[in-house]
């Protein structure tokens, strides 16, 4: 448990086991701990740098929005105080948009990539989730598991309205990045979702051909990217459906991932 100051930022980060290392990234209003089992299922076999993004869990907010490119940015600059040549990066939900971004703005860094439940422009999420949007307040989350994580993690628990407000601010902000920064990155990519996502499974397949997917591997060969779609699986709740929940299917297919030659 340490934490790197990076660009002005004081980011809380945990090291968990040995051997090739992997960058988590957690979604909105989450922390290391929420990620469950799939950070003790991955540090079996590499070294997994978890990190609490701007204004999350430990790392305590500063005088800033809350963006994609930012998040990627502080994301780049851990790695670099880290000495990482280069690192596998995990993201889930706001956590996999970060993940996109870094894999775009900083490919250097990025060996292998998963990106779980994510969009490259808000309009790859459901039309049902855009409305929801706005009308998010600190209210909402009174007595959920992660108001309590807040109130129990953060440095100044009192900031807890910010960082729903920046986040709100987030989520109804539009946002397309370029086809072309998508289809120019270079790291082997998964991406995952649940079939009852925040993500439409159309947007998915997109992303998957602008990574070279949706190819007839017999005769083209397999690309190097991937696409799972786990069935019966939401983004996040009803508790027990989220694509989190289902930590003993992407432990089946994240690792074997990261290791294919």
Do not use: C
């Amino acid at each position: 448990m340490s934490y790197a100051s990076v660009n002005g930022l004081d980011m809380y980060y945990e090291v968990h086991g040995e051997g090739r290392p992997l960058v988590l990234l957690h979604g909105a209003y989450m922390t290391i701990d929420l990620m469950g089992p799939i950070l003790a299922g991955l540090a079996e076999t590499r070294q997994v740098i978890a990190v609490e993004q701007q204004g999350h869990g430990r790392t305590a907010d500063i005088d800033r929005p809350i963006t994609y490119e930012q998040m990627a940015d502080d994301t780049a600059a851990l790695i670099r105080h880290l000495d990482l040549d280069a690192a596998d990066v995990f993201g889930f939900s706001m956590g996999g948009a970060v993940a996109l971004q870094l894999a775009s703005r900083h490919p250097q860094l990025v060996r292998r990539l998963v990106v779980a439940s994510a969009s490259y422009r808000s309009d790859g999420m459901p039309a049902e989730a855009l409305a929801m949007f706005p009308s998010i307040t600190p209210e909402m989350f009174a007595g959920s598991p992660i108001e309590e994580a807040y109130q129990r993690l953060a440095p100044n628990p009192g900031d807890f309205p910010t960082l729903v407000a920046k986040l709100k601010e987030l989520d109804t902000t539009s946002f397309a990045w370029p086809d072309e920064d998508v289809r120019g990155i270079a790291a082997p990519t998964l991406i995952v979702l649940g079939d009852s996502d925040g993500v439409t499974l159309e947007h998915a397949v997109q992303m998957f051909q602008l990574l070279g997917g949706g190819v007839m591997g017999d005769l083209s060969g397999m690309p190097k990217s991937q696409l799972a779609v786990l069935p019966g699986t939401s983004h996040f709740v009803p508790p027990g459906s989220g694509v989190l929940d289902r930590a003993d299917w992407l432990l089946a297919m994240v690792p074997p991932f990261l290791d294919a030659s």
